[in-house]
């Protein structure tokens, strides 16, 4: 299993992003896919979680401002970001997780700042 992400960048507060992981070697519709990030200095925490039935969860931080969707045939998730905050500022990583084990992309750079 790949992921691969991409869409961070520097944004000013108020803005948005739209990051985007494109899943190979998968059969991607019957994954559960997830957002998570890691702030420097702090735990890595779950952002946003999108089961194959499309069923979607949302951390309290980021309800009203996140969105989370796939599509299954790009084999991609995506984590449209409106309203960003500088606490929005980490690595945003895309996991799924099969048989157990925790997969992982390489993460892509949000900061938010002025």
């Known amino acids: 299993i790949q992921l691969v992400e991409s869409g961070g960048g520097l944004v000013e507060p108020g803005g948005s992003l739209n990051l985007s992981c494109v899943a190979h070697r998968i059969v991607f519709s019957l994954y559960t896919m997830n957002w998570y990030r890691q702030a420097p200095g702090l735990q890595r925490e779950l952002v946003a979680r999108i089961t194959d039935g499309g069923t979607t969860t949302l951390a309290n931080s980021v309800k009203g401002r996140f969105t989370i969707s796939r599509d299954n045939a790009k084999n991609t998730v995506y984590l449209q970001m409106n309203g960003l905050k500088p606490e929005d500022t980490a690595v945003y990583y895309c996991?799924?997780?099969?048989?157990?084990?925790?997969?992982w992309g390489q993460g892509t750079q949000v900061t938010v700042s002025s």
């Open positions: 996991n799924t997780v099969w048989h157990y084990e925790h997969y």
